[in-house]
Nanobody, 128 residues
Framework: QVQLVESGGGLVQAGGSTRLSCAVS?????????MGWFRQAPGKEREFVAA???????YYRDSVQGRFSISRDNAKFTADLQMDNVKPEDAAVYYC?????????????????????WGQGTQVTVAS
C-alpha cells in the first residue's frame, strides 16, 4: 500500500522560506510516478500548487511561479517543495500527492481528482 508522509512547514515569516518534504513508501520506484503538492486554506477549495513528472518536468500554479520550486530524488523516493518569499496567502495545509503513469513524460493533472495517493497534510502558517 502506498503511503505518503510529509514533513516540514510550520511557522514562517512573510518573505521568508520553508521547505516541505514528502517520502513515498509502498510503491514501485519506476520513475513513472508523478508527485505534486496541493494546498487548502480554511474556507477555500483545495488547489494545485506544483507537480513534477518522472522526466522531472515541473508545473506550477501562476501565483507561486518563481517563488516555489518542486524537486524529486528518485533514489530516495522523495519530493520536496522549496517555498521562498512566502506570502500570507500561502498559509494553508499542504498535501503531497502521487500517481503512477505508463510514461515518465505524462502530464500530471492540476485537479485533485487526477491524483491517486494523498498524504495527511502539513500546516504552513505565515506570520506577517
Amino acid at each position: 500500500q502506498v503511503q505518503l508522509v510529509e514533513s516540514g512547514g510550520g511557522l514562517v515569516q512573510a518573505g521568508g522560506s520553508t521547505r516541505l518534504s514528502c517520502a513515498v513508501s509502498g510503491g514501485t520506484n519506476s520513475n513513472k510516478h508523478a508527485m505534486g503538492w496541493f494546498r487548502q486554506a480554511p474556507g477555500k477549495e483545495r488547489e494545485f500548487v506544483a507537480a513534477i513528472n518522472g522526466a522531472s518536468t515541473t508545473y506550477y500554479r501562476d501565483s507561486v511561479q518563481g517563488r516555489f520550486s518542486i524537486s524529486r530524488d528518485n533514489a530516495k523516493f522523495t519530493a520536496d517543495l522549496q517555498m521562498d518569499n512566502v506570502k500570507p496567502e500561502d498559509a494553508a495545509v499542504y498535501y503531497c500527492v502521487a500517481k503512477w503513469f505508463g510514461s515518465m513524460r505524462a502530464t500530471p493533472s492540476r485537479e485533485p481528482e487526477g491524483w491517486r495517493y494523498w498524504g495527511q497534510g502539513t500546516q504552513v502558517t505565515v506570520a506577517s
